[in-house]
């Protein structure tokens, strides 16, 4: 069966520094993976997707992921974190032998970011 | 309209009340999905239209849960005889084509959700 696990429940950063949120999954084949991001009172928004290509793929607001296939993850990224990007961030993957139904995502349970000033 | 709109964005309900909610779509949108995220928890898909049908319920957790999309626009999400394990945020979701693999179809965007609380 398919999962996603984000290892952890929150992760915290000064603002400025580096941050990574992780995200690690399990499906047969290549997977498509996603990372949405939810703010308070929000719909969840989308940052980043990896379908195919290049490992290392560039989203939203300075965000990036690395797919990287040996060790099954696709953790975010952040060179430098701003105050604005502490919300609660899930990872997806979507099967792709899955067709006809390509919004069928399965969400990680969630990580809270928290970047203090 | 701009973005995907629910309503309403609370509904509080006692055990065994009849619930609908409410999903507008962006314009245009084929694919519309609802999808429930629990207390603490990532969201779980429910059910997936394109167009007027429902081309996939499989996420559907029993036969209380049923959802409509008459006109291919807007959909409703009908739960009957509500239990407090439905208490959860309901959430919607559409993009441009739901059955083909290009860069608009494996994005979702999302509305801001419905959270029912089942007393």
């Known amino acids: 069966a398919q999962s996603v696990a984000q290892p952890e429940d929150q992760v915290n950063v000064a603002e400025g520094n580096p941050l990574t949120v992780k995200c690690t999954y399990s499906?047969?084949?290549?997977?498509?993976l996603f990372w949405y991001v939810q703010y308070p009172n929000r719909g969840l928004q989308f940052l980043l997707k990896y379908i195919t290509g290049d490992n290392l793929v560039k989203g939203s607001y300075g965000f990036e992921a690395e797919f990287n296939k040996s060790q099954t993850s696709f953790h975010l990224k952040k060179p430098s974190a701003l105050v604005s990007d502490s919300a609660l961030y899930f990872c997806a993957v979507r099967d792709p032998t899955l067709s006809g139904n390509t919004g069928k995502l399965i969400f990680g349970q969630g990580t809270t970011l928290q970047v203090k000033p | 309209g701009a973005g995907v709109s629910q309503t309403p964005s609370n509904k509080v309900t006692e055990k065994g009340k009849y619930v609908e909610l409410r999903c507008d779509p962006i314009s245009g949108h084929t694919a519309l999905y609802w999808y429930r995220q629990s207390l603490g928890q990532g969201p779980e898909f429910l059910i997936y239209?394109?167009?007027?049908?429902?081309?996939?319920d499989s996420g559907l957790p029993n036969d209380r849960f049923f959802a409509v999309r008459p006109e291919g626009s807007v959909s409703t999400l009908k739960i009957q005889r509500t239990e407090r394990g439905d208490s959860a945020v309901y959430l919607c979701?559409?993009?441009?084509?739901?059955?083909?693999?290009?860069?608009?179809?494996?994005?979702?965007?999302f509305g801001a959700g419905s959270r029912l609380t089942v007393l």
């Open positions: 499906v047969s084949g290549n997977p498509y």
């Open positions: 979701a559409s993009s441009p084509i739901g059955g083909r693999e290009n860069s608009g179809a494996n994005v979702l965007t």
């Open positions: 239209f394109q167009g007027t049908g429902a081309a996939d």
